[in-house]
């Protein structure tokens, strides 16, 4: 067994902050003393904290494509994150990659640190999930494609076209825990054996009159504000439900 003792520092702890020791063994924290322990590494009261999490992050595009016309290798773009990271006292980095479809011929391409195409996106993702058990601290990706930042009309003018033709529906369905599933972590999935139920139907019948006024008063909200629907006990909830609310607000001033 390996042990590490660090004493005389600046511990930051989930209720109080104080001068104390803690004791690590085989890379795991065993015990936080709220004392100085002779014969460990003296942190001269540097401070201690517990590992940071950053929810979202854009990061990897930059270090992908530092330059309009760079583009560096995943394994070393991701290392160079993961260093970052760890310097900034990061333990946890949730990672955003912007799926970019450029219409070529109808075709998509890769530019930059964006993907083109499903495909493209599918390949990042699976070799980021190969690499991300050698990186030193904990890496999530999240791939996502931006309607606000991708051509669009083409998507708009279909949707009318066919709504125009009839009703367009689409089914609401839930995935159901079991008992012992975790329901406070987003990034920890669930068995794919798990039930679906369906909740309902969402149908679309035809576009509203003044489409961009009522985009302003439109509030993403990843609460469900519907009696007898309760959030589960993920952190997360409540704070993007924050940060939706003050994007919405300065959006209908605009």
Sequence with gaps: MTQTLLTNAHIVGPDR??????????GTITEVLPRNVAGGLDMNGSFLIPGVIDIHSDYLERELAPRPTAKI????????????????????????ARIAQ??????????????GGRNDALKLARRFEEL???MRIHHVIHLRWNTNFEPDDDLFEEIASRI???????????????????????????????????????????????????????????????????????????LRAAVYLISGRRRRKA
């Design 102 to 115: 450029e219409q070529e011929g109808r075709e998509a391409r890769s530019e930059g640190g964006r993907f």
């Design 17 to 26: 902050d104080f001068t104390g020791s803690v004791v690590i063994e085989d």
């Design 164 to 238: 125009a033709s009839g009703p367009v529906s689409y089914k609401i369905t839930a995935q159901l825990a079991a008992a012992g599933d975790t329901v406070d972590d987003a990034t920890i999935h669930w068995p794919e054996d798990r039930p679906v139920a369906e909740l309902g139907t969402l149908t679309l019948t035809a576009p509203v009159a003044d489409d961009a006024t009522e985009q302003k008063q439109i509030i993403f909200d990843p609460i469900p504000r519907v009696d007898g629907i309760e959030p589960s006990d993920d952190p997360l909830l409540e």
């Design 132 to 134: 991300a058990p050698e």
């Design 73 to 96: 290798p995943l394994e070393l773009a991701l290392n160079v994150m993961d260093l970052r990271a760890i310097s900034s006292g990061l333990t946890t980095v949730a990672t955003a």
